[in-house]
């Protein structure tokens, strides 16, 4: 009888190796018993010390209010997803990736909401603007971030302050000299300084219907208006003394109006 010894070798190796792939795959995705269990819980707010609005123990007291909470659960009754979409209904949370690993451990990592100014309006509301000029709600979040009060609609905060508050953060002199935006009745803004004891009176920021042409004009207005000011502080101020005046008035492009600060008598100036 003529045996075909190399189509019987190749069968057998390839039924070894049917058999083979069968047992790693059982094995690969059979935990062990010490990886039944969720082990660990690791949390990285990747902004924590930047932004401040949540910790690790808000996440893990919001996940154990909902049941979620993963540690000593089994690792197939862990829900990733779920536990993403839950977290992301926090008002201060901008993205969520929880994943498991084969090792028991449960990793969730977020980014929080940028917020870029604090809003405090005429009519009671106190809320902040994020980088995408979105409302968050108030909070224990206490960062040095410049505040905005007078007479301000939700729809003026999102469509005005929201880039005049970014122009000043991408500047480093006005992100440290503007403490307060004020919005007066008719719309007028004045800005607050750290130091100095005055009140700046910008003008009026131009309107436009379309967000990148608002932008825009805010922008090259807002430049022309602190290049002024700039100007009149190092040459002016600085030669008078910063707290001559209580009112700098920069509305109009040719003239700067300044009114002088009243001297208290029993300690003149």
């Known amino acids: 009888m003529n045996v075909n010894w190399k189509k019987t070798v190749t069968m057998l190796v390839d039924a070894l190796l049917a058999v083979y792939l069968v047992l790693a795959f059982t094995a690969f995705?059979?935990?062990?018993?010490?990886?039944?269990?969720?082990?660990?819980v690791q949390i990285d707010i990747q902004d924590e010390n930047t932004n401040g609005f949540i910790t690790a123990n808000d996440i893990r007291s919001r996940l154990d209010a909902?049941?979620?909470y993963p540690l000593n659960k089994p690792m197939q009754a862990v829900q990733a997803r779920k536990i993403e979409e839950m977290l992301k209904r926090s008002p201060f949370v901008k993205t969520v990736d929880c994943y498991k690993t084969q090792d028991g451990c449960v990793s969730i990592s977020i980014t929080q909401r940028m917020p870029i100014v604090r809003i405090k309006a005429a009519n009671g509301e106190d809320y902040y603007l994020d980088d995408n000029n979105q409302v968050m709600p108030n909070s224990h979040y206490s960062a040095d971030l410049i505040i905005a009060t007078?007479?301000?609609?939700?729809?003026?905060?999102?469509?005005?302050?929201?880039?005049l508050a970014k122009l000043f953060m991408d500047n480093e002199l006005w992100e440290n000299q503007v403490e307060q935006i004020n919005i007066l009745p008719d719309k007028g803004v004045e800005l607050v300084p750290r130091v100095g004891q005055h009140v700046v009176f910008i003008g009026y920021l131009p309107q436009a219907s379309s967000l990148k042409e608002r932008n825009e004009k805010i922008a090259d207005f807002v430049e022309k208006k602190l290049l002024r000011l700039?100007?009149?502080?190092?040459y002016g101020l600085s030669q008078v003394g910063w707290n001559k005046y209580s009112y700098i008035n920069l509305e109009f492009d040719n003239q700067i109006i300044c009114k002088k600060k009243k001297e208290n008598k029993n300690n003149p100036e």
């Open 230 to 234: 700039e100007k009149f502080y190092k």
């Open 66 to 68: 909902n049941q979620l």
């Open 29 to 40: 995705n059979k935990p062990n018993a010490k990886a039944a269990l969720c082990q660990k």
């Open 150 to 163: 007078g007479h301000i609609s939700k729809a003026f905060a999102q469509n005005y302050i929201a880039p």
